[in-house]
């Protein structure tokens, strides 16, 4: 009986530690498994966007055809490809081959960029030239903080992503 009543209450304090621990794992997974999606989504949709550049060169500018890209096409395609990544944290550099390069700081800013992207300017929109999407992605979550440090600081990590597309057009 006095062995009985020494353990009274041990599961509780048991499982207490036990969950503190496995809440804790939950929850970094879940994060990690946020972060990787957010990064994953970020480099299919700048990979989208270069394919979708790579088609729009000189072939689309001479007179008769419509089918060239702006700044903002890039812009929005990127966005539409991109499902979940807020506009406002991702940040995007269009470079051609020259080394011209033109930055989005946030995305959203270049909704309304009416620019003809490849430019014609020392012949970027030429069949064979390379052209390169980058863009960083700013992720802000749970799982990045520092236990100890006094208030709970939420980190942040930015995940790049690019490609870089030759004009087929």
Known sequence: ???????RGAAMVEFALAGIGSCFV?????????????YHTLAYAVHEASRYAAVKGVDCTKPGNTCS??????????????????????NVTLTTDSGAATSCNPLNSC??????????????????KKITVTAHCTFA?????????????IGAVSFPASSTQTILF
């Not at 997974?29 to 999606?37: D, I, K, N, S, Y």
């Not at 890209?69 to 991702?90: E, N």
């Open 1 to 7: 009986m006095r062995r009985r009543n020494r353990r």
């Open 26 to 38: 939950l929850i970094c997974t879940f994060q990690l498994a946020m972060a990787m999606w957010n």
């Open 111 to 128: 909704y309304s960029n009416a620019t003809v992207w490849p430019p014609a300017a020392n012949n970027d929109n030429a069949v064979g």
């Open 69 to 90: 890209a702006t700044i903002a096409d890039i812009a929005h395609k990127i966005a539409s490809r991109g499902i979940g990544l807020p506009a406002g944290a991702v």
């Open 141 to 153: 979550g749970t799982l990045f903080f520092w236990p100890g440090a006094g208030k709970v600081r």
